[in-house]
């Protein structure tokens, strides 16, 4: 009997009810999105509408909207978006391949209505994605370079009094305006679409400094005295007052360091995004492109596409399945490792339903296509993938939750000490210095720097460890992840069959019989034969048996004359009477979940030869290490439950946390009821089957060993096929938040001490940029930190 975990309730098992079949359901992608409240503006817009059930993903930018086509259209359903101020396009068209902005350009999975759709037709949407977030990514890059090229001679002139040569000051106006204008254009418009709505963000508090500093310096350059010919910049403590004396410093180098580091902060969090349909092309990539077909007698090659329910398909050995179906001729072991995650064949014969992707991996099958299209198999799990993503709840990150409320009280205590300033007398210029002060020591660039330096130290520092992080939103999930569930086969598993016992007879030694057998099955490539084709071969007594007239049947195994002796290695007949030891070491096997093979010698039971999937060396201490942690380790297979529970008692998980037999599409809904009993989860496989489960989960951990499909659907790849790696990704994603939240406090910091001693006009704004500055150098300094990472598993 299949084991559950205690912690998922009965309820939460069942799959998600499907919306009113009146309703229509459209999958939406959303451009210009740059925090999780934009998401939530926009979901927000959509549900006031009438006959409007939305859900809006930051993390995916996309958008799953069902309405009633009696009330709304979809023309209207994606203007509201666009009168939200952002941009949408319907993942079905495919006419339009054309990004729909410049500027922001965004991605979201979309559900292929065939396994056959063309992976990189530019007319697929998810080409289109990934187009558009490649064109995004281009254009921060260069907005960055270009940006940085004219910042730095800026820099340096304006803090280097010595450098400071006759109206430097109007070349640095020159070189920084098109980095106000053009660099910073992205952090303008998305405060433009904010403040529409009153919302305050990372990219408020930018444009906000920027744009203190840039009209300060103009005011500075044309009405002050920082215009005039042979004007330096001098520093003292406290700001000058009286006339125009204060009026004589200009902080363009501030406006073009904040926008160089937040555009690069920027570009490096579209590069770092994994890209959502990455997981669905590799899945559809599966898929056979062409198949063979029996039409009026004969066969003919034609597209994937072209097939029809009930086409008879010729599969031969090695080839794979073209669409799901049933065996109409001839027996075969068939590779259905992509749903179940095993690496056994199955055994199939006439009235065997067999799946597309899937391999032939031994005799010639005719197969009548059953489903075609969105129906197959393969399709549905694409869905599932992309269905996945889709609800997985996005993370707020940190600087936009603080932001929230540190962008209007910066406003509003610039606007007091301007107004107290003059009610006490002052002059306009210092009531005006004091005010600028403050904005410029609350410009964002440490904090602009708090994320990205951390993420670029931390995920090379696991580069070197094969550990691979896709994202910021990967460290807010490490910090909550309380329940980690792991496949079996290839991850707690070597994935690879070997034999771990051999029961021979008086007259058959352990020792002889094992050559017996591997002499029969060296002509075999079941994974069965060759575990015990290399068993013997690491005996290192070979014999030099003759083996001639080799046969195979599907379902029982293979026979072949050994030296004379018919010899036959596979399942017992019901009707074969075994020994008693032999018998029971056959049953004991099956129960465990391993697979035991009968040899017979002339018809006459020899021995018992039992083949399993053995546990990694490192999984035990590995699954020790992580309930440290504080995580509780569940086992999620689609093995059988004697397998399952051999493996669990191997490495430590408790019999109430194995849940086994479970197909896909089962996994996901495993996953869906852990999270509806409050669990936070992590999820580790390599496995097709294992794909939508990681893009389900919390945190999706795959192993670089497995197939593109499941490292592309997972947020961390652990590169050395570890479980060990499992801890050591969480431990460095945990480390690296810690090093962000460190970041973002000190960033937070200077402004707390300063803000105040701005307010009060006793700091110069040119102090103020300087404090900026060192802030800036104590974030990458505590980022760089994270190069002394050290991980548990020895060697590194």
């Known amino acids: 009997m299949t084991q559950q975990a205690q912690a998922t309730p009965e309820a939460a098992q069942t799959v998600p009810t499907e919306p009113p079949t009146d309703l229509i359901q459209l999958d939406l992608g959303v451009t210009g999105m740059t925090c999780t409240s934009c998401s939530a503006r926009i979901e927000r817009k959509l549900n ?15 958008a799953k909207v069902d309405y009633d086509p009696a009330k709304i259209t979809t023309e209207q359903v994606i203007q509201t978006v666009r009168d939200t101020g952002y941009d949408a396009f319907t993942m079905a068209d495919e006419n339009d391949t054309t990004p729909t902005t410049g500027e922001n350009v965004a991605s979201s999975p979309s559900s292929p209505s065939s396994p056959s759709s063309p992976a990189h037709d530019p007319g697929n949407g998810q080409s289109r994605i990934d187009a558009a977030r490649d064109t995004q990514a281009a254009d921060l890059w260069h907005r960055t370079v ?37 660099g910073g254009a992205p952090f303008h418009r998305a405060t433009l679409v904010n403040l529409r709505h009153g919302a305050f963000t990372m990219d408020t508090l930018v444009s906000l400094g920027t744009t203190a500093a840039y009209l300060w310096s103009l005011w500075a350059l044309f009405i002050g005295n920082a215009g005039m010919t042979g004007m330096t910049m001098q520093m003292h403590l406290v700001p000058a007052t009286g006339g125009h004396d204060g009026m004589d410093e200009i902080y363009l180098e501030s406006v073009g360091v904040v926008i160089v580091f937040l555009l690069l902060g920027r570009w490096f969090e579209t590069r770092a995004k994994g890209r959502s349909s990455e997981a669905l092309r590799a899945l559809l990539d599966m898929g056979a492109r062409d198949a063979s077909v029996i039409r009026d007698g004969r066969e003919v090659h034609i597209p994937v596409e072209d097939l029809r329910v009930g086409d008879i398909l010729m599969v031969r050995p090695g080839e794979k399945i073209a669409a799901d179906g049933t065996v109409t001729d001839g027996t075969s072991a068939v590779d259905e490792s992509m749903l179940t995650g095993e690496s056994l064949p199955v055994d199939v014969t006439v009235g065997s339903t067999v799946t597309g992707a899937t391999v032939n991996t031994s005799g010639r099958l005719l197969v009548q296509v059953t489903r075609t299209g969105k129906d197959t198999t393969l399709a549905q799990m694409a869905r599932l993938v992309a269905d996945a ?53 609350a410009c964002p660039c440490a904090l602009g720097l708090a994320t ?28 909550r992840v309380d329940t980690v569930v792991m496949d079996k086969t290839g991850t707690v598993t070597t994935g690879v069959m070997e034999v771990t016992d051999v029961t021979g007879t008086d007259n058959h030694p352990q020792g002889a019989l094992l050559q017996l057998a591997a002499a029969v099955e ?79 010698v002339d018809g006459t039971p020899a021995g018992v030869i039992t083949v399993r999937d053995t546990v990694k060396p490192g999984s035990a201490d590995a699954v020790a290490d992580l309930k440290a942690l504080g995580m509780t380790p569940v086992l999620l297979t689609g093995d059988n439950a004697g397998a399952a529970a051999r493996v669990a008692a191997e490495v430590g998980i408790s019999p109430d946390n194995v849940i086994a037999g479970v197909r896909p599409e089962q996994k996901v809904d495993r996953i869906a009821a852990l999270q509806a009993a409050c669990r936070n989860v992590a999820m580790v496989g390599d496995g097709v089957n294992d794909a939508a489960a990681l893009a389900r989960a919390d945190l999706g951990l795959s192993m670089g060993s497995g ?41 937070f910091a200077y402004n707390v001490v300063l803000i105040p001693v701005a307010a009060f006009g006793l700091l110069n704004p040119m102090l103020a940029g300087i404090a900026m500055a060192f802030s800036s150098v104590f974030v990458v300094s505590n980022s760089l930190r994270l190069r002394r990472f050290r991980p548990t598993t020895a060697g590194n």
């Not at 006031?48 to 996309?62: M, W």
């Not at 600087?399 to 910066?410: G, N, T």
């Not at 509003?412 to 007398?425: K, Q």
């Not at 293979?558 to 018919?566: F, I, P």
Request: net charge negative; no cysteine.
């Open 48 to 62: 006031k509408l009438d006959g409007v059930d939305a859900t809006v993903n930051f993390a995916t930018e996309s």
């Open 146 to 182: 270009i940006s940085a090229v004219l910042t730095v001679p800026v820099v340096l002139v304006s803090m280097i009094p010595a450098l400071q040569f006759d109206n430097w000051q109007w070349a640095a106006l020159t070189m920084i305006s098109p980095v106000f204008f053009w």
């Open 389 to 441: 993503q889709a609800s997985k709840a996005p993370v707020q990150r940190l600087v936009d939750r603080i932001s929230q409320v540190f962008v209007p009280v910066v406003m509003v205590i610039a606007v007091v000490t301007l107004i107290a300033h003059l009610a006490s007398g002052a002059e306009i210029t210092e009531a005006f210095t004091a005010a600028v002060a403050v904005l410029i020591i």
């Open 452 to 479: 990205p330096t951390a993420l670029l130290v931390g995920t090379g520092r696991g580069a070197q460890l094969g550990l691979l992080i896709k994202g910021p939103e990967v460290l807010e999930s490490t910090r």
């Open 522 to 600: 060296s002509g075999s490539e079941h994974p069965v034969a060759r575990a015990i084709v290399r068993a013997a071969a690491d005996t290192g007594d070979s014999t030099g048996l003759q083996t001639t007239d080799f046969t195979s049947t599907a379902g029982r195994g293979v026979t072949a004359t050994v030296d004379g002796h018919t010899v036959s290695v596979g399942r017992p007949d019901p009707t074969d009477t075994l020994p008693d030891d032999l018998r029971s070491n056959f049953s004991s096997a099956v129960e465990s979940g391993a697979t035991p093979v009968l040899v017979t």
């Open 707 to 747: 197939t593109d499909v499941a490292i592309e659907a997972g947020d961390i790849t652990l590169m050395n096929d570890d479980l060990h790696s499992a801890v050591d990704a969480v431990r460095l994603s945990r480390k690296t938040l810690g090093i962000i939240h460190g970041n973002l406090f000190w960033a």
